[in-house]
T-cell receptor, first 115, second 114 residues
């Protein structure tokens, strides 16, 4: 596809369940970012991949959050034992280069609701 | 540590009026600055970015922003608002120290009245 895609678009989980959110970046993009966007807030950085290497995971809120990009393309964000405070929109973005100035292209997000 | 403050969570203007969305940043190193727009049910889209070339940056859809180091500001303007400009706008900052983290402001929702 031409843009970044994310699936599922909506996810409802019961507290304590594990969830997996998928991101398909633009083909050939080196960089991949995950963000968490709470209601009424701006995106908050979670983690960054350069190809398959996770170079920055400083934004992951707890060890329940785990992200991977094993082949340097598709990425999965996994949240274990979900809590109500995990409810948010999870955004994925990719950029062509590994540079802070490069334009990030965002997917539409996955809205996670934890009951 | 870097941070971004957007003044005003909501701004309302009349169609044809000037749009001014305010952004102030804090950074210990010269920053890279960005404005993104988010339309309902769509992903964020880059409007413009400042990367240390010209301080007045022109973006898409008639928007522009001026980097003012002395005021630590990067306000977004458009001379004449259009109904289609109604959206959420985010200011963001990243640094030149080799990291890739981008810090976003809380956003400003722009309403355009007919």
């Amino acid at each position: 596809g031409a843009g970044v895609s994310q699936s599922p678009r909506y996810k409802v989980a019961k507290r304590g369940q594990d969830v997996a959110l998928r991101c398909d970046p633009i083909s050939g993009h080196v960089s991949l970012f995950w963000y968490q966007q709470a209601l009424g807030q701006g995106p908050e950085f979670l983690t960054y991949f350069q190809n398959e290497a996770q170079l920055d995971k400083s934004g992951l809120p707890s060890d329940r959050f785990f992200a991977e990009r094993p082949e340097g393309s598709v990425s999965t964000l996994k949240i274990q034992r979900t809590q109500q405070e995990d409810s948010a929109v999870y955004l994925c973005a990719s950029s062509r280069l590994a540079a802070s100035t490069d334009t990030q292209y965002f997917g539409p997000g996955t809205r996670l609701t934890v009951l | 540590a870097q941070s971004v403050t957007q003044l005003g969570s909501h701004v309302s203007v009349s169609e044809g009026a000037l749009v001014l969305l305010r952004c102030n940043y804090s950074s210990s190193v010269p920053p890279y600055l960005f404005w993104y727009v988010q339309y309902p049910n769509q992903g964020l889209q880059l409007l413009l970015k400042y990367t240390s070339a010209a301080t007045l940056v022109k973006g898409i859809n008639g928007f522009e922003a001026e980097f003012k180091k002395s005021e630590t500001s990067f306000h977004l303007t458009k001379p004449s608002a259009h109904m289609s400009d109604a959206a959420e706008y985010f200011c963001a900052v990243s640094d030149r120290s080799g990291g890739f983290k981008t810090i976003f402001g809380a956003g400003t929702r722009l309403f355009v009245k007919a």
